[in-house]
């Protein structure tokens, strides 16, 4: 009995690496509806065909040119916004009170979108720094 046991828990120790990188899933790009991109692990057409990944255990596939055009120029209008000079004043007293409020609101949102936030309030916090940023740049000068 305790032969059978030894063989048979060998025999797993045998079958399972050989079993284990048989085990991957495909990985398909589907673009959807209005432009946004998908990853999944299921064809999103009959005509799909899976992603050529050099390294599965990763998932890295560089950036298509494309997508490397659009990534320079949100690199390089960030640049600009970053050179621009602020003008700005810290006392309340200099300027408008709503353009005061406006500042400290957006100083919050940068302080949390660099602290961190969770992934579900991302879209709302960069939502609130651009419409910050904006009102600050048409009504505050």
Not at 105 to 121: D, F, I, P, T, W
Request: net charge positive.
């Amino acid at each position: 009995m305790r032969t059978f046991i030894c063989l048979a828990v060998s025999a797993v120790f045998l079958v399972v690496p050989f079993s284990a990188s048989r085990l991957h899933a495909d990985v398909y790009r589907c673009v959807l509806d209005g432009g946004h991109v998908s990853y999944q692990q299921f064809p999103c057409s009959t005509e799909s065909k899976p992603m050529e990944l050099k390294d599965r255990r990763s998932g890295w596939s560089s950036l298509r040119p494309g997508e490397q055009e659009l990534l320079k120029s949100y690199r390089s209008k960030d640049a600009a916004r970053r050179r621009k000079p602020s003008g700005r004043s810290k006392n309340p007293d200099t300027e408008t009170k709503d353009c005061w409020n406006k500042r400290k609101q957006l100083e919050a949102v940068r302080s949390k979108l660099n602290r961190g936030y969770k992934l579900k309030e991302g879209e709302e916090l960069h939502r609130k720094r651009d419409n910050y940023e904006d009102y600050l740049q048409k009504f505050c000068a």
